[in-house]
């Protein structure tokens, strides 16, 4: 058997360095649970980054590609098919788009944001505002929007006119931007839920100001719902708790379940109407087996319950959270199962360590905050295991003493 260490010394001779070298080598998976490759088993309370959003190997999203598979893998943009229009428009009405709204498929969460760059060029104005802790991807355009100096400082220069990021859930930040260069805006990307700045959220007056100051100014509201949709939150979208109607989300990451995708949603005839034939395109975007996927696990949330249960579970996971003792917890932000535990010390990746050598898989998303984004079949059972070993890992003296509890103990693959 090939060992995780032989493994890793390989990939570190045959990958390009961008990621540093894996924390693991994983083999396979089953609901909320992964194996290594030498047989150890970890609770995975990350989901891929909020991508498996049905776990691990689900049986109806594994069978759908599998059947896509053997008729049709791939058609390009000259076509189309059944399942692509049938996604698109139970996506439109999971939005609640008014009528004469679209949708574009493309193949990632960075690719939705170029398409949304795109579409707010369309508006005759170049300016773009995002906020401080902003993550919309990294390829040059959408990193022009991404906060992180630390991804954006070696590439500049940047795509231009972009506004100086502004504070984020700041309302005067929000309406002096607009009021200094409102008629130089084309549109106001943001997300309802920052996760990669350590899941910090808006509340709705934020982004009710927000759709009322685009519309004021002519200005297009495109709300990042990449990780903040499909049910992470407890509802299909971020957006909806605000009660508003953007003029475009941008999709990805849970939306097929662990197959690459993304999507822009544009809402109603005026947005939808800004990008005409030949404007954008993709070769991939919309392929068979991405649409298969996609309604895979819409039709399972849907039939399901599946956002009552992220509800249900999340509130488990954050009230358990808040009711450790220890005082080493100073808050839990976000919403379903979208959490970032804050904590009273920078000690955030030394517990995701031990976390992940007790056999949990979390993140540490900031030096005081781990988050969490598990599979929205989170089993509550597994929500339970998890804040049992939590008083062990966030305990000063647990590093002294070793791995503890969880599920962190070699056991061999089941079939």
Not at 39 to 57: E, I, K, P, Q, W
Not at 93 to 114: K, R, Y
Not at 367 to 393: Q, Y
Request: aromatic share 6%; charged share 15%; net charge negative.
């Amino acid at each position: 058997m090939t060992t995780a260490s032989a493994l890793l010394d390989r990939y570190e001779h045959s990958l390009l360095g961008v990621f540093g070298r894996p924390k693991l080598v994983l083999e396979r998976g089953a609901g909320d649970y992964v194996w290594d490759v030498d047989g150890t088993r970890y609770l995975d309370l990350l989901g891929g980054l909020a991508v498996n959003s049905l776990g691990h190997a689900h049986p109806e999203v594994a069978a759908a590609i599998a059947a896509q598979a053997g008729r049709l893998m791939h058609t390009s943009n000259f076509f189309t098919t059944p399942g692509q229009v049938a996604l698109a428009e139970r996506l439109l009405t999971l939005a609640q788009a008014p009528a004469d709204s679209a949708v574009f498929f493309a193949n990632s969460g960075t690719e939705a944001i170029e398409a949304a760059i795109k579409l707010a060029r369309r508006t005759g104005r170049s300016g773009l505002l995002a906020t401080q802790g902003a993550f919309h991807g990294r390829t040059t355009g959408a990193l022009a929007l991404t906060h992180k100096p630390a991804y954006r400082e070696p590439f500049a220069p940047l795509l231009p006119d972009v506004l100086p990021h502004i504070p984020y859930h700041d309302s005067r930040a929000l309406a002096a931007a607009f009021a200094e260069h409102g008629d130089s805006i084309g549109a106001f990307i943001v997300e309802p839920i920052q996760g990669e700045a350590g899941v910090l959220p808006g509340d709705d007056s934020y982004l009710q100001l927000a759709r009322e100051l685009t519309t004021k100014h002519g200005a297009l509201l495109i709300v990042d719902e990449i990780q903040t949709g499909i049910g992470r939150t407890g509802r299909w979208f971020g957006f909806q708790r605000a009660g508003i109607t953007p003029d475009a989300i941008t999709v990805a990451k849970g939306l097929g379940g662990g197959f690459p995708i993304g999507a822009l949603i544009t809402f109603g005839p005026a947005v939808t109407g800004m990008l005409t034939a030949g404007q954008h395109g993709t070769t991939f975007g919309g392929n068979p087996l991405a649409c298969a996927a996609g309604l895979a696990v819409l039709t399972v949330i849907e039939r399901d319950g599946v956002l009552q249960h992220v509800q249900q579970v999340g509130a488990k996971l954050r009230d358990g959270v808040l009711g450790l003792p220890g005082g080493r917890v100073a808050e839990v932000r976000g919403e379903g199962l979208l959490l970032g535990i804050g904590l009273t010390s920078l000690t955030a990746p030394a517990i995701a360590a031990r976390a992940q050598d007790a056999g949990y898989i979390v993140n540490a998303v900031r030096e005081d905050t781990i988050r969490l984004a598990p599979s929205l079949l989170l089993e509550p059972a597994h929500a339970e295991d998890f804040l049992g070993a939590l008083p062990g890992l966030l305990s000063e003296s647990s590093e002294a003493a070793g791995p503890v509890g969880g599920q962190g103990t070699p056991s061999p693959p089941q079939d």
